[in-house]
C-alpha cells in the first residue's frame, strides 16, 4: 500500500456545508474566520469566540454547528447572562420534582436537551463564580445530576462558548476561573470589530435586504462611503438596525448621503422635522424640504348647509385630503408621512386602507384647474 509521510493520523474530514453559506463577507478576517471555523468542524472540541458585542458570535457559533457532524442534532443557546443565579444551575442541568419551590415536574436541563448535539454558552464571562465550579466538573466528567436527583446522567454535548469581555482579565480579578478559561478555550476563535473589516460592510447590506424583505432599498456612492467610513460601535447589529430603519423610512427609493444621516438618530422626536437631511423630500431633482401644507384634492367636494350638511363625511373628506397631502410631501414615503401629521405609522397605514388610499396616489400630481381638459 502506498504510503502516505506527510499524513498524520487519520485524514481531517471537512463536512461538504461551507462555512462561507452562513458567514457574510469579503475582508481577509472573515475568510479566517471561515477557515478555523473548517477545521473545529471536524472535531468536538470546546470552542470559545471572542468578540465585541453585535459583531455576529452566534452567527459563527451556529455556523460550526452546522458544519459539524451534529447537524443534524439540536443547537441550544443560553445567556448565561441574562438568567439569575437561581435559576441558572436549573436551566443548564435540570430539575426533579419537588427539588425546590416551584418545581411541580422534573425537567431537563440544556445539556441533557443538548445531548449529541452542540450548547451555546454566550456571555460565558457573566456565568456566577460558583456555577463556573460546577460546570468545570461537568465538561471533566461528561456527566450532569439534576438537581435533587444523586443520578449522574453521561451526556456527549459539544460545547461552544462566546464573550465580549477581556477574560484575562476577569481572571486577575478572580471573576473568573483560570482552570474553566483553560477548559473552554481549546480553540479560540476571534472576530474583529466591523470597523476593521470594512470590505465586509457592502455584502452584509446586501444579506440584510434581501433577508428583511418588502421594497429594495438603493444607496448612492457618496451614501456608501459614509456607511464604510462609520466607526460602527454596534458592530453588525448596528448595521442590521440601520438597514431596517432604511427599509422602513425608504422603500424603493435611492438614498444619498443626506438621507443617511438621519438614520444614525438614536432617539426619534414626536414633533415633525423639516431639517433637510432627514426628509426623503431633500432627493435630488426633488422639491425642497418643507413644513406639511394642504394640497387640493379635485375629488372632494364642498357641503353648504343649504342643501343638506353631512358632517361625518365632510370630515372623511378632509381627512383624506390631508393624509394625501402628507404622502405627497412625503415624496409616498409612508413613515415621513405620517410623522409630518403627527400619527404613529401603523395608525397612517390604517387610514391609508380606511380611504383606500395607496403610495402611487402620491406620486402623481393633481391636475389644476387651469390646466384640466374638459
Not at 471555523?37 to 468536538?44: G, H, K, V
Not at 435559576?87 to 419551590?101: C, N, R, V
Not at 460546570?135 to 451526556?155: D, F, H, M, P, W
Not at 444621516?261 to 424640504?289: M, V, W
Amino acid at each position: 500500500m502506498e504510503q502516505r509521510p506527510n499524513a498524520i493520523g487519520k485524514e481531517r474530514i471537512l463536512y461538504p456545508d461551507d462555512p462561507s453559506l452562513h458567514l457574510v463577507g469579503d475582508s481577509a478576517a472573515i475568510e479566517e474566520v471561515r477557515s478555523m471555523i473548517r477545521y473545529a468542524a471536524a472535531t468536538s472540541i470546546p470552542v470559545m469566540i471572542t468578540g465585541p458585542s453585535g459583531s455576529g458570535k452566534e452567527v459563527v457559533a451556529k455556523a460550526l454547528h452546522l458544519c459539524s457532524a451534529r447537524v443534524d442534532e439540536k443547537f441550544v443557546g443560553v445567556n448565561c447572562g441574562a438568567i439569575p443565579r437561581d435559576l441558572l444551575e436549573s436551566e443548564l442541568f435540570g430539575h426533579e420534582k419537588g427539588s425546590f419551590t416551584g418545581a411541580i415536574a422534573q425537567r431537563k436541563g440544556q445539556f441533557e436537551d443538548a445531548n449529541n448535539g452542540t450548547l451555546f454558552l454566550d456571555e460565558i464571562g457573566d456565568m456566577p463564580f460558583d456555577m463556573q465550579v460546577k460546570l468545570l466538573r461537568v465538561l471533566e466528567e461528561k456527566q450532569i445530576e439534576r438537581i435533587g436527583s444523586t443520578q449522574s446522567i453521561a451526556i456527549d454535548t459539544r460545547i461552544i462558548s462566546a464573550t465580549h469581555q477581556n477574560l484575562d482579565q476577569a481572571i486577575a480579578e478572580k471573576r473568573f476561573r483560570e482552570d474553566l478559561f483553560y477548559r473552554l478555550s481549546v480553540f479560540p476563535i476571534d472576530i474583529p470589530a466591523l470597523k476593521e473589516r470594512r470590505d465586509d460592510i457592502a455584502p452584509l447590506i446586501r444579506h440584510f435586504i434581501k433577508k428583511i424583505g418588502g421594497e429594495e432599498i438603493y444607496f448612492t456612492p457618496e451614501a456608501m462611503d459614509i456607511l464604510e467610513n462609520y466607526e460602527w460601535p454596534g458592530n453588525a447589529r448596528e448595521l442590521r438596525n440601520i438597514i431596517e430603519r432604511a427599509v422602513v423610512l425608504f422603500p424603493g427609493i435611492m438614498i444619498t448621503a443626506n438621507q443617511v444621516s438621519s438614520l444614525f438618530r438614536r432617539r426619534a422626536s414626536n414633533a415633525p422635522t423639516y431639517q433637510e437631511h432627514a426628509l426623503p423630500s431633500s432627493f435630488p431633482n426633488r422639491g425642497e424640504a418643507r413644513p406639511f401644507s394642504y394640497v387640493a384634492d379635485d375629488s372632494s367636494s364642498k357641503g353648504t348647509l343649504g342643501g343638506g350638511f353631512d358632517l361625518k363625511k365632510h370630515l372623511m373628506q378632509e381627512e383624506r385630503k390631508y393624509l394625501l397631502s402628507a404622502l405627497r410631501m412625503a415624496e409616498g414615503v409612508v413613515a415621513e408621512a405620517a410623522h409630518l401629521v403627527s400619527l404613529r405609522r401603523t395608525t397612517f397605514v390604517e387610514k391609508m386602507r380606511r380611504h383606500k388610499i395607496e403610495r402611487k396616489m402620491a406620486l402623481v400630481e393633481p391636475q389644476s384647474s387651469s390646466t384640466r381638459v374638459e
